[in-house]
């Protein structure tokens, strides 16, 4: 329980929510959007916890407000008399990392985010103009100029370094709350339980107290669904102490269990051939979702497989990009993002400068890619995401062209020269 003395509130008027600014402004609305978090209506739990994502969270966004709302949410996720603490604690989360999907499946290299932080504090803002200048002029093509022109035109080092102030003071605060959150491991209810074990993942200088209360929940009793982002998380903070207790959900009969474990193994570097058919057959046949899910890459399964089989050495494991590819052609919309980032990554490396060659010139693995991507339907083609992630590895970004580039029609079949 909270130190509030029974108050998960107490203090809230104490705070000059006036002074601090969120999204649309002065934060004057945040204490009753609090408030009406502990409402006994439903609906006005949905609406403030809607509108705290839109103002203190806005689009993955945190403001000067974020942090100062942190430790309130934290009390009031501890407090049994409070509805859906779950998703309480799920802002927390998004509050704290933004979204999940760049972490991704290495998890939160928080010696480097703070460094980058400490290099803008102490950057000459002269000498980074002089460097955006210059990215500038070495664009390959007008598009990606005019794309760049337009990042010059917004740069502020002032602004910047206040985002970047803002996102590290927020993801502090939650890391404050962390003895909360791993109260919350023994929460009544599983979605509490597992929202708690998701977020506990990213706070690797917490991870010497948190694995020990991860390790406590590796039991055959615990729901699935909890046991998965606790498995996930264990992967994610190092827990190489626990490898044993992980591999022994790879045999088990529950798939979800099964797919969480080979990822967490994998990313402790356990990746002999069990762990990597249990990885391909998620990422071509993924486990149905529980109740509660996993919360990483929003309960997608085969794109977190295959991200991770991406990240695994091609050289050591050639059939990898087979099942990479095969998870990539059985996905769709949003869920597709992730894996089509990941495997051109794999098989471009990172996205460049250089213009993009003839199809003829790829290599063998980058055509299979490109040819996978082309061949992928309206549902995923509609969404600029997808566009967006294709222009990064300077590849067709229109369907049409994308495929005309393969050597497809339009509808996705083989061209015949000289066919109309």
């Given at each position: 329980?909270?130190?509030?003395?029974?108050?998960?509130?107490a203090g809230?008027?104490?705070?000059?929510?006036?002074?601090?600014?969120?999204?649309?402004?002065?934060?004057?609305?945040?204490?009753?959007?609090?408030?009406?978090?502990?409402?006994?209506?439903?609906?006005?739990?949905?609406?403030?916890?809607?509108?705290?994502?839109?103002?203190?969270?806005?689009?993955?966004?945190?403001?000067?407000?974020?942090?100062?709302?942190?430790?309130?949410?934290?009390?009031?996720?501890?407090?049994?008399?409070?509805?859906?603490?779950?998703?309480?604690?799920?802002?927390?989360?998004?509050?704290?990392?933004?979204?999940?999907?760049?972490?991704?499946?290495?998890?939160?290299?928080?010696?480097?985010?703070?460094?980058?932080?400490?290099?803008?504090?102490?950057?000459?803002?002269?000498?980074?103009?002089?460097?955006?200048?210059?990215?500038?002029?070495?664009?390959?093509?007008?598009?990606?100029?005019?794309?760049?022109?337009?990042?010059?035109?917004?740069?502020?080092?002032?602004?910047?370094?206040?985002?970047?102030?803002?996102?590290?003071?927020?993801?502090?605060?939650?890391?404050?709350?962390?003895?909360?959150?791993?109260?919350?491991?023994?929460?009544?209810d599983?979605e509490?339980?597992?929202?708690?074990?998701?977020?506990?993942?990213?706070?690797?200088?917490?991870?010497?107290?948190?694995?020990?209360?991860?390790?406590?929940?590796?039991?055959?009793?615990?729901?699935?669904?909890?046991?998965?982002?606790?498995?996930?998380?264990?992967?994610?903070?190092?827990?190489?102490?626990?490898?044993?207790?992980?591999?022994?959900?790879?045999?088990?009969?529950?798939?979800?269990?099964?797919?969480?474990?080979?990822?967490?193994?994998?990313?402790?570097?356990?990746?002999?051939?069990?762990?990597?058919?249990?990885?391909?057959?998620?990422?071509?046949?993924?486990?149905?979702?529980?109740?509660?899910?996993?919360?990483?890459?929003?309960?997608?399964?085969?794109?977190y497989?295959?991200?991770?089989?991406?990240?695994?050495?091609?050289?050591?494991?050639?059939?990898?990009?087979?099942?990479?590819?095969?998870?990539?052609?059985?996905?769709?919309?949003?869920?597709?993002?992730?894996?089509?980032?990941?495997?051109?990554?794999?098989?471009?490396?990172?996205?460049?400068?250089?213009?993009?060659?003839?199809?003829?010139?790829?290599?063998?693995?980058?055509?299979?890619?490109?040819?996978?991507?082309?061949?992928?339907?309206?549902?995923?083609?509609?969404w600029?995401n997808?566009?967006?992630?294709?222009?990064?590895?300077?590849?067709?970004?229109?369907?049409?062209?994308c495929?005309?580039?393969?050597?497809?029609?339009?509808?996705?079949?083989?061209?015949?020269?000289?066919?109309?």
């Amino acid at each position: 329980m909270n130190d509030r003395e029974g108050d998960p509130l107490a203090g809230l008027d104490d705070v000059d929510w006036a002074r601090l600014e969120h999204a649309y402004g002065p934060a004057e609305d945040v204490p009753d959007l609090l408030r009406a978090l502990a409402s006994e209506s439903a609906s006005e739990r949905e609406k403030a916890l809607n509108e705290l994502y839109g103002n203190i969270f806005h689009q993955g966004s945190r403001y000067e407000a974020t942090a100062h709302a942190v430790p309130f949410l934290a009390a009031l996720a501890d407090d049994p008399r409070v509805q859906d603490r779950a998703d309480i604690v799920r802002l927390l989360c998004s509050i704290a990392i933004g979204y999940d999907e760049p972490y991704l499946p290495s998890g939160v290299d928080i010696a480097e985010w703070r460094a980058d932080v400490e290099r803008m504090r102490t950057a000459d803002p002269d000498e980074e103009l002089r460097r955006i200048e210059q990215w500038v002029a070495e664009a390959t093509d007008e598009g990606e100029r005019r794309v760049r022109e337009m990042r010059l035109a917004v740069y502020d080092p002032d602004q910047s370094l206040r985002h970047a102030d803002a996102e590290l003071g927020a993801y502090d605060a939650v890391r404050a709350t962390v003895p909360t959150l791993r109260d919350l491991l023994g929460a009544p209810d599983p979605e509490t339980q597992a929202a708690a074990a998701y977020t506990l993942g990213w706070f690797p200088e917490e991870a010497a107290g948190t694995l020990p209360a991860l390790r406590s929940l590796l039991k055959p009793e615990v729901v699935p669904g909890v046991a998965a982002n606790v498995i996930l998380s264990a992967g994610l903070l190092d827990g190489h102490d626990l490898v044993p207790q992980l591999r022994a959900f790879l045999t088990g009969e529950n798939a979800l269990l099964r797919s969480a474990a080979a990822i967490a193994l994998a990313r402790l570097e356990v990746t002999d051939q069990e762990v990597l058919d249990v990885l391909e057959a998620a990422a071509a046949q993924p486990p149905e979702p529980s109740t509660p899910n996993i919360h990483h890459l929003y309960g997608a399964v085969r794109g977190y497989a295959t991200i991770t089989l991406a990240a695994v050495e091609e050289q050591a494991h050639p059939r990898l990009l087979g099942a990479m590819l095969k998870g990539l052609a059985l996905s769709s919309g949003p869920a597709a993002f992730p894996t089509a980032e990941a495997v051109l990554q794999h098989v471009f490396g990172k996205p460049g400068t250089s213009p993009l060659p003839p199809y003829e010139d790829l290599t063998e693995p980058q055509q299979r890619a490109v040819r996978t991507l082309a061949e992928m339907g309206d549902d995923t083609w509609c969404w600029g995401n997808f566009m967006l992630i294709l222009s990064a590895w300077k590849l067709p970004s229109k369907q049409a062209e994308c495929r005309a580039y393969v050597g497809l029609d339009q509808d996705g079949r083989e061209h015949v020269p000289g066919s109309p």
